[in-house]
Every structure is written in structure tokens, then in C-alpha cells.
């Protein structure tokens, strides 16, 4: 980068040492805060800036003006911010530059990418230099070579996620869609599997409340299912009307990001997270080493042959299911593949959960006639599907016709229902079903409208618990 004018700006690095001086610096913002309202009258938003002379950690910047259209509006995390006039204060002692609206300005500029050299949002006292130019220059010349500190190789994978819980998280965003009414779900992925939770809804509530396949209100379409990653968990993070206007142009899609105080949270047993008013995020350059370290593992599951079993099933399933599809030993897929699959007929063996049953009682999986008759939702760490338990599959399933009380001792150890010391149900405990194979066939209703009408039903399997 090109040698400082230093009566123009101040390097980031001697900045922290000019306690209550006023300076001007010009930086890349790595960390970006959602804007919110002072406890006065004012708006305020929080960044933080680097350079090359201090990259790691940088320097906070908190700006307050007189309403949120005054504040910066950061097009892309990693656009470059020219401050002049802000004071170096410092609080638990760590420095942080101070905006004043009475007498500081800022201007924005496009990052590493951009090719003006003109800012693109400037604040109303901004008084432009034509030497600017070359130091905007010279950052996204440094920028190129750019990558993140030690500090970020240590944030959590989503295998590591834990309820009610604020983290931070590297993830690639999947894609972005309104779910309702002013809001918004980004949907984001690792590479990893998030642990399964227990299952709080009651079995019984199945006929009126079912156990959600998903958390937005209407199933993705096809084309967006079959551009996701078959392996991996993709955690849905709800964007609210309040923050909408403040986030959705900073993420992309394909991108990664470094999301920071993400609050995590479990709905019917489905992971999501939830940004905040304290909701940062931070900048990831692309081709970054932590982007590689992500998708590394999952490259090598992918060529590994059990790599499609989830992360939580080892060291191995539970033996209360045994399948009999043997067809040049299919592997494992998982629910995601299933789902994705080329065909509309097609047979799989995964390793899944079962969290819900309908019917759920013992005496109601048979109809009148005596034929097996029954819908399981099933789950592992990419989806959840129905797959249905009919006739001669469900003869095989539950191993003949057992009396009633050995059904309901099978679908007990299915569904993971809580059992006290002397062998009776546990009212109202949460179900921690187990990890369990079976097999797969789908097919179709409707002969003009095959993958609308797909569904899906268990077969050559047999429930030995």
C-alpha cells in the first residue's frame, strides 16, 4: 500500500494510542452492527474497521446522527470507510473511535472489487480530497491478499450448536426467501450435522398438531432443494421486519459470512437461529483458509463410505431395526439425497430417526380389515420426511402380526418414549428417538403429475426391538 499522508489519515495501529485526540483513518470493515435507537434521541450503529498496520482486532467505531438514513449504509461487509474528525476514546480498556455528528464525516466506498474510486454514500460535513483516491486504492490492492486472524479459526461448527445460546458462526448461505409477512429466512450450511434434539410434542398430538417438516410455512420447490448440499445440516435463521432493512442486502447467496451473537433455538425439535439487535457480521474473504477448513471435512465425507451416516449415529445405529435390501449393498444416503434424487422411483437405505407415528397407539396401526396402515415422519440431519408403513411392508415391519402389547413395546423403543425402572411410560417426558436404518422406495399417485404426487414408504425392513 502506498506510503500515508499523515496529516490525511492516521493508521489504525497509532490511532489506539491517541487517547482523546481527534484523527482521521480509513479502513475496511470487517464487522458490521445492525443500526438501532440511542437511549437519547439519536441512531446509532457500531462497526469495526482495519488496515494493514491492524488488521487483527481491529478498531470499534460507533456512530451516532439523527436518524437511521444518516448513518452509514454499508452495501457489503468489506467496503472500505473513510472517517475524518472522530475522537479516540477508550472503555475497559480497549480504544474505539467516537463519531461525532456535530463535526465528524464518513464516506463508503465499494471493497476489494470496486473500480470507482468515488464514495457511493458520504455524510453531509464530507469534504473530498483527490488523494483519497490513491489510499482507497492501495487498500483493495492489500485486500487481495487478505486473510482473517487466529481469532476466527475458532468459532464454533454447527455440530457445536446449544439452545438458547447466542454464537458465533461461518457459514455459506444456501439461499434466502420471505416466509411471511416481513420475514425472512436465510438458510445456511457448514458442512456438519446438528445434534438432534429430544422431542417435546406429545404423540397423541399428532392427528391435530403434526410434527412440522420444516420451519417455513410452505416446502422449498425443487429447484432450490436440488441446489443445496446433500450432506450437512442447513440451519434456517429468521430475519424479522425490524432487521430486514439492515441485513438482506448484506448477504448473498453462494456466499460465505461470519454471522456473530446468532441466538440458537429449537422448534419442534428443528434447529433455527435468530438475529438479534446484537447480531454482528463479520467479513469473510473469499478463498479465505477458514472457507477451505469448512468444506474440507465435507469433501472427505463425500468419498467416504459410511460419510452419509450422520456424525451422531456412531459409533453405530441401533440394532432394533434389520433390513433385507441387499441390491450390490446400496449405501447409506441420507434424507437430503432421497429428496434430490434424479428419479421419481427409486430405492434408498438411510439411517434415520423416527419422531413421530400415525396412529400412535398399538391398537390403532391395523385397520378393520387387519391391514397395516401408518404414516412416520422420519429425520436425520439434512430433512424430515413422511414415509408410510402399508400391508405386506408393514407385515414385514413389525414382524407378523404381534399381540398388541408387543407393538407397543416396539414402537415405544422406536419413537424413543421415556420407560421408568418398573417398564411403564414416563407421562409427558421428552422421546429421544434413536438412530435407526431402513429402507426407502418412492413413487408417485398421480401419473400426470409424478413429483407432485411423491411420496415415500418403508420396505424390507423389519423392527426387532
Not at 444518516?70 to 477508550?90: E, F
Not at 456535530?102 to 464516506?107: D, I, L, Q, T, V
Not at 457445536?160 to 450450511?189: N, Q
Request: glycine share 6%; net charge positive.
Amino acid at each position: 500500500m502506498e506510503e500515508r499522508d499523515d496529516y490525511t489519515f492516521m493508521t489504525i495501529k497509532d490511532a489506539t494510542l491517541a487517547i482523546n485526540q481527534k484523527v482521521n483513518l480509513i479502513g475496511v470493515v470487517v464487522e458490521w452492527g445492525f443500526p438501532k435507537q440511542s437511549k437519547g434521541s439519536d441512531s446509532f450503529c457500531s462497526l469495526k474497521i482495519f488496515d494493514e498496520s491492524r488488521s487483527t482486532p481491529g478498531i470499534s467505531v460507533n456512530i451516532f446522527a439523527e436518524n437511521m438514513e444518516k448513518l452509514p449504509r454499508v452495501v457489503s461487509v468489506g467496503d472500505i470507510i473513510q472517517l475524518s474528525h472522530v475522537m479516540i476514546k477508550t472503555h475497559n480498556g480497549e480504544a474505539y473511535a467516537l463519531f461525532n455528528k456535530k463535526f465528524s464525516s464518513f464516506a463508503l466506498y465499494e471493497g476489494k472489487n470496486g473500480e470507482d474510486l468515488l464514495p457511493y454514500q458520504v455524510s453531509l460535513r464530507f469534504r473530498p480530497r483527490e488523494q483519497d483516491k490513491k489510499f482507497v486504492g492501495g487498500l483493495r490492492k492489500w485486500l487481495s491478499n487478505f486473510q482473517l486472524g487466529e481469532d476466527s479459526r475458532n468459532i464454533p461448527l454447527l455440530r457445536e450448536i446449544k439452545k438458547g445460546e447466542c454464537m458465533d458462526l461461518a457459514c455459506k448461505i444456501l439461499h434466502i426467501c420471505e416466509v411471511a409477512e416481513g420475514e425472512w429466512m436465510a438458510f445456511v450450511w457448514d458442512g456438519t450435522d446438528t445434534p438432534p434434539n429430544h422431542i417435546l410434542n406429545k404423540l397423541e398430538d399428532e392427528m391435530d398438531n403434526q410434527l412440522p417438516l420444516q420451519l417455513e410455512p410452505l416446502p422449498l420447490s425443487r429447484d432450490i432443494l436440488h441446489s443445496f448440499p446433500t450432506v450437512g445440516s442447513i440451519l434456517r435463521v429468521i430475519i424479522d421486519q425490524v432487521n430486514k432493512k439492515h441485513v438482506l442486502h448484506l448477504l448473498n447467496t453462494g456466499k460465505w459470512m461470519i454471522f456473530l451473537n446468532v441466538l440458537c433455538k429449537v422448534n419442534a425439535g428443528l434447529w433455527y437461529g435468530m438475529l438479534t439487535h446484537f447480531t454482528r457480521l463479520r467479513y469473510m474473504p473469499s478463498k479465505d483458509p477458514l472457507m477451505l477448513e469448512r468444506q474440507r471435512p465435507f469433501e472427505k465425507r463425500l468419498s467416504i463410505q459410511y460419510g452419509r451416516m450422520p456424525f451422531w449415529s456412531f459409533p453405530w445405529i441401533s440394532r432394533i431395526t434389520e433390513v433385507d435390501y441387499n441390491d450390490d449393498k446400496p449405501p447409506f444416503v441420507t434424507l437430503m439425497d432421497v429428496l434430490n434424487h434424479q428419479k421419481v422411483t427409486a430405492k434408498f437405505r438411510c439411517t434415520i430417526r423416527v419422531v413421530a407415528a400415525l396412529p400412535c397407539r398399538a391398537e390403532d396401526v391395523r385397520s378393520p380389515c387387519g391391514n397395516y396402515r401408518m404414516r412416520l415422519t422420519l429425520e436425520d440431519p439434512t430433512a424430515r420426511i413422511h414415509a408410510f408403513v402399508f400391508g405386506e411392508d408393514g407385515e414385514k415391519f413389525f414382524d407378523g402380526y404381534p399381540s398388541v402389547e408387543v407393538l407397543k413395546r416396539k414402537l415405544n423403543k422406536l419413537l424413543g418414549v421415556a420407560i421408568s425402572d418398573d417398564g411403564n411410560e414416563i407421562k409427558d417426558a421428552p422421546r429421544n428417538p434413536p438412530w435407526v436404518q431402513c429402507c426407502l422406495k418412492s413413487y408417485y399417485l398421480d401419473k400426470n403429475d409424478k413429483w407432485g404426487s411423491r411420496h415415500y414408504r418403508i420396505f424390507d425392513t423389519k423392527l426387532v426391538g
